[in-house]
């Protein structure tokens, strides 16, 4: 009986730190695969610097759309940015709209993504660009349109897409 | 007051919007209908102003494949991970090369300049 009280205190230690010891052999495992991820970081808006013109340039008042690509693996994807080259919805317009558009690398997480402005291709309102290292990127995207021949453009709502693909390769 | 005017900055300034499609490359693996090939896609949405993916299968030449899934336009809320199983007959499986994920822009967003996102994996 004097023995029984030490014991059942040691079993009651024993137990205690068996289960700790169990708690720390929780294994965490996890894994990384190839893949792209695009990021909308921030939808373009519109200035109207003269009646005729709308353009997302910051010197004309507007925002420029900024998207994010990050890749795992170098060389395993490519961007494709296109402007917009028509509105999703504006007010009824009756004459010709002149559409320009730009895309350039805006950011970067890795000094060797500054060649992707150079290595661009760039046809109609289609830019492609290879992203050859791995990392995130980020690309400005401009649009601008203008109506008529100085034509004001009625008030109203205008909508128009950017639109940011990511291709394997 | 400035401390939580900065805090505010930075939380709204990092929020971004994310779409995320994988594997990379895919392969076809037979399926329980025996003329019929089946590869498993992950499709990832942290874009809050999207809740709608359209699916789609191109060959080599960007030519639509016909191609069977649960559905043409997935539902995916925001912050989910759906996977999904594209189904092709074997015959077309030789002419697969992508599969893609486009958002889909729903017509009352009122944003006024939108972007949309299409990620493509490809069968090699």
Redesign the interface.
Known sequence: MRLFKPMLASIITLAFYSQVGAAEELPITGSV?????????R????GNPTASVLS?DSVDGGTP?I??F?VV?AS??KAVITTPNSF?SSPALNDTLAWTGSTEVSAVTDSNMSAYDSNKRVFDNVTEIDLTVAGTVWFKAN?RVEYGYNKSLPGG????????????? | MIRCLIASLVLVSGH??????????PKFESSMAETISQTTMTLFNT?K?IRFYEISVFDGEWKPVEFAAEARVLQVRFLETKQFNVYVRNRDVPRVM?ICTTSK?EVQNQ????????????VK
């Open positions: 695969a190839s893949k792209c991820t695009i990021h909308t970081d939808a373009g808006v519109y997302t759309a998207v994010r990050d693996n395993t994807y999703t649009s709502t205008y909508k128009a897409i950017v639109t940011a693909e990511c291709i394997a390769l | 971004v919007f994310a779409h995320q499609f994988t594997p990379t490359y874009r102003d992508y822009i944003t006024a300049a939108l972007i949309a996102t299409r990620i493509c994996s490809k």
